[in-house]
T-cell receptor, first 115, second 113 residues
């Protein structure tokens, strides 16, 4: 069974640009969550999608948005990039929604560098 | 709100020695608890989790953790460290109010030959 895949793995952007990251969950998983990982802030929850609906959201500005498609694939978008957005963005999938009820399986992440 | 404290951002052990990574949580209600491992340039992999039942939880790669409600702790142990255990380890706790996983800041484990 294929794991969670994220594309691209590495990305370099400049301030002010926007970026879209993609996540394909494990087959059959309907919940996708996104996390930002930085050395200073650690792992922070961005949002969770289930059945194309955002079920939960972390404390991030509106520049961070996401969506989920009918095949459960998810995209995350960051507009007007800032230097502080440089991070490893991790996607995780699980069978059902509710982050505490089911095991999350993480992808390898997309490393975003903002210059 | 829930919080997780991992004591020691770096832990070094010799190969074959006991591994002990500490995790304390803040909750009056027994939460769900998780340990994840992250190898360089990879995502997080679940080592083990505690939901209900037996307080000693066995995970993959020889790791285990014990849920101690009285101490609000969920420390991760492995009797004998292997070089391949070198990685960063994250403790996480469920926040039932917000339905989120709260991660600790991580502990980087180094294993020396």
């Amino acid at each position: 069974k294929a794991g969670v895949t994220q594309t691209p793995r590495y990305l370099i952007k400049t301030r002010g640009q926007q970026v879209t990251l993609s996540c394909s969950p494990i087959s059959g998983h309907r919940s996708v969550s996104w996390y930002q990982q930085t050395p200073g802030q650690g792992l922070q929850f961005l949002f969770e999608y289930f059945s194309e609906t955002q079920r939960n959201k972390g404390n991030f500005p509106g520049r961070f948005s996401g969506r989920q498609f009918s095949n459960s694939r998810s995209e995350m978008n960051v507009s007007t990039l800032e230097l502080g957005d440089s991070a490893l963005y991790l996607c995780a999938s699980s069978l059902v929604w509710g982050l505490y009820t089911d095991t999350q399986y993480f992808g390898p992440g997309t490393r975003l560098t903002v210059l | 709100a829930q919080s997780v404290t991992q004591l020691g951002s770096h832990v070094s052990v010799s190969e074959g020695a006991l591994v002990l990574l500490r995790c304390n949580y803040s909750s009056s209600v027994p939460p769900y608890l998780f340990w994840y491992v992250q190898y360089p340039n990879q995502g997080l992999q679940l080592l083990l989790k505690y939901t209900t039942g037996a307080t000693l939880v066995k995970g993959i790669n020889g790791f285990e953790a014990e849920f101690k409600k009285s101490e609000t702790s969920f420390h991760l142990t492995k009797p004998s460290a292997h070089m391949s255990d070198a990685a960063e380890y994250f403790c996480a706790v469920s926040d039932l109010d917000t339905d989120k996983l709260i991660f600790g800041t991580g502990t980087r484990l180094q294993v020396f030959p």
